[in-house]
């Protein structure tokens, strides 16, 4: 009975997890709900690919912390109300850096911080921070490459509307085989396909 009642308890890196999420969520709302979603879409897009177990655990809790390290970059650039100038690109880009470090701390997190310090690399290597390309690019990070960017074009910013659903997937086709895997956009295509029927069904 002990042993049935302990394995109910959370483990140490999902409590690990779970306190990254939160401090998350209190310092910046938006994000909170971002991620939020993003895992949720790329844990839909890892089980269409086959994924599953800590595989595919690890890429549902690398798309909710992809932005903790933005924890550590200031205010005036995350909510500015326009584009970002070149030196605040590259304060930007650091957020994946010390995702990575801020992860790496929880040594059962190890797995994740790996796939959160190359969320930002591109299929045709012009990404950051490493420049890695292609399959060198790990799964878990190109899956949340496509539903980060995704859910990014379909919500408003200070500085300008979200696009239509259909505007996002049109923009994630046209750069798939440069920026993004052609076959996760493939893949997040169907889902979302998956889900619309679902929704007409149910109503």
């Known amino acids: 009975m002990y042993a049935a009642k302990n ?12 306190v990254l999420v939160r401090a998350v969520a209190e310092r910046h709302p938006a994000l909170g709900d971002h991620n939020h979603d993003v895992a949720a879409l790329a844990a839909a897009v890892g089980r269409a690919l086959g994924l599953e177990g800590d ?9 909710e912390l992809h932005d903790v390290g933005k924890v550590a970059i200031p205010d005036a650039i995350l909510d500015k109300p326009g584009p970002l100038d070149d030196d605040e690109w590259a304060f930007m880009r650091r957020h994946t850096l010390i995702g990575e470090r801020i992860l790496a701390a929880a040594p059962s997190l190890a797995p994740v911080a790996r796939l959160v310090r190359a969320s930002h690399e591109r299929w045709d290597g ?19 490459a496509v539903c980060d960017a995704f859910h990014a074009m379909v ?8 696009r ?38 149910a109503a």
């Open 126 to 144: 012009r990404g950051y921070p490493d420049r890695l390309a292609a399959d060198a690019i790990p799964l878990g990070a190109r899956i949340v």
């Open 7 to 18: 394995s109910t308890r959370p483990t140490a890196g999902r409590q690990s997890k779970d």
């Open 55 to 63: 595989d595919l655990e690890h890429v549902r809790h690398a798309a």
């Open 164 to 201: 239509t659903e259909a505007a996002a997937l049109a923009e994630l086709r046209r750069c798939a085989g440069t920026q993004f895997d052609p076959d996760i956009v493939a893949a997040f295509c169907d889902v979302l396909a998956l889900r619309a029927r679902e929704m007409r069904h």
């Open 155 to 162: 919500t408003d910013r200070p500085y300008r509307a979200g």
